[in-house]
């Protein structure tokens, strides 16, 4: 079991800055993929950015060379730091955690609560 824990959310002017965090409690070491996705009003939840233990990392078109997923592991913590914010980043930012169960090819996936990060003049 993963319970993940974000932070960080709040107002913002365009082109500021916000550096999103996710803690992570209970099984962590069987953590695969961690990631950060976003939901705007009326639209479908969408992927930011991921990253996997061996380092890698995906980000959406529309976050590249503004948005920056990193962690720290001896804290527990995954981060999104977000530049140059615009206000159609506006959105409820969740972090996700990826697990396999141990058992063949089957994962859990977890969620966190939500962080509302709002761009606005």
């Known amino acids: 079991q993963v319970q993940l824990v974000e932070s960080g959310g709040g107002l913002v002017q365009p082109g500021g800055s916000l550096r999103l965090s996710c803690a992570a409690s209970?099984?962590?070491?069987?953590?695969?993929?961690m990631g950060w996705y976003r939901q705007a009003p009326g639209k479908q939840r969408e992927l930011a950015a991921t990253?996997?233990?061996?380092?890698?990392?995906n980000y959406a078109d529309s976050v590249k060379g503004r948005f920056t997923i990193s962690r720290d592991n001896a804290k527990n913590t995954v981060y999104l730091q977000m530049n140059s914010l615009k206000p159609e980043d506006t959105a409820v930012y969740y972090c996700?955690?990826?697990?396999?169960?141990?058992?063949?090819?089957?994962?859990?996936?977890?969620w966190g609560q939500g962080t509302q990060v709002t761009v606005s003049s």
């Open positions: 996700n955690a990826v697990q396999p169960t141990g058992r063949g090819t089957y994962t859990y996936t977890y």
């Open positions: 209970g099984s962590i070491f069987s953590i695969s993929t």
């Open positions: 990253l996997t233990t061996g380092g890698s990392t």
